[in-house]
């Protein structure tokens, strides 16, 4: 009798010991959430939605999961994972709707991410938003701006994003929608995300090439180089609309870990400098990298801008900083603004800005809401 015990017991503690292990071993690959808010770009993310079909192939995914969040308008939202099916088929699987939530609510962001994270645990996580985007410049100042996303004359602040988010939780976030890479939004995510891949400039309507970049994000470290590098050579080579070609498009990769340093630089020289060069209005030879309607100012190219008002000292160490944090870039010849046309491109560091201008008294009152403004003028 005792040593059937004795045996039982070994039995259960062998059991035990198995169901352990397999709790305990790491789950592999990468969840990556696409969370897109459709506004008037349905049909175009229709098609990024087919080109992630395209691409999401098991051998792709590499034991990853792709999860889609698709806002059609403030009543109606789902939830679906693209991946392989019966046959080797790539399609969508639905998982849930949701009703009465917009999509550019803080709430129902940091609800989304909250359930993608707990239904496919991975070992890390990547961001895609997809919609319109104007950097930093607000909502709520009357001029018709929003920093993420449109819905139903609705939009997100750039700081009501990042305040839904986790910290250091993503590997990366990427912003398929217009003009993000403002050292404004890349500081106030610097601590959601090790890097942030985004235009400076407004991007043409039909958005990233997914087929062509959802396979780097799947890899064992997601090879953001290859993301940009596909869609620089997707905007300069291919897009067109079979009349013409449309050879606009410039990206960077900004490395948040490096920010600190950057904004630290950055300080010392708006320090230096003074009102006189802080407050300057903008002349017309200053690097344009985004110009939208009906906005009060233009967004300049950061590196540009303090070259103007910068030491040589002072920008050589600003230079250093600025190389460590904007990790890849690629521009074209051109960029192209729906308010002004051709923009030529003639000077790119990979992220714009503001400076800050003395006839923008409400403007300047706003910009003081953000990390960035705390962190170089203060």
Known sequence: MKRTIVYFLFL????????????????EGRTVLVYMVASNLGDYLETNIEDMIRAATAKNLNGGKLIVFYSGNASSAELFEIREGSGGVVTRFHIRDYENRSGVSSATLREVVNEVIGMYPNKSYGLIFSSHGTSWLPSEIGMGQRSFGEENGKNMEIYDLAAALPDHLFDFIIFDACSMASVECAYELRNKTDYLVASPSETMRYGFPHHLTIPYLFTEEADLENVIKNFYNFYRDEFGDGYQKYPYGNISITKTGELEALAAITKEIMAEAGDGAVFSPPYPDWQVLTSLRPAATKLYDFDDVIGRIATEERYA????????????????????????????????????IYPLQAPLNRLNAWYGQLEWYKAVYN
């Open 317 to 352: 160490r600003f230079a250093a900083c600025l190389e460590k944090a904007v990790t890849g870039k690629y521009t074209t010849a051109e960029t192209y603004s729906s308010y002004t046309g051709v923009i030529p491109v003639t000077h790119f560091s990979g992220l714009s």
């Open 12 to 27: 259960l503690l062998g059991a035990t010991s198995c169901c352990r292990d397999e709790e305990e071993k790491p789950v």
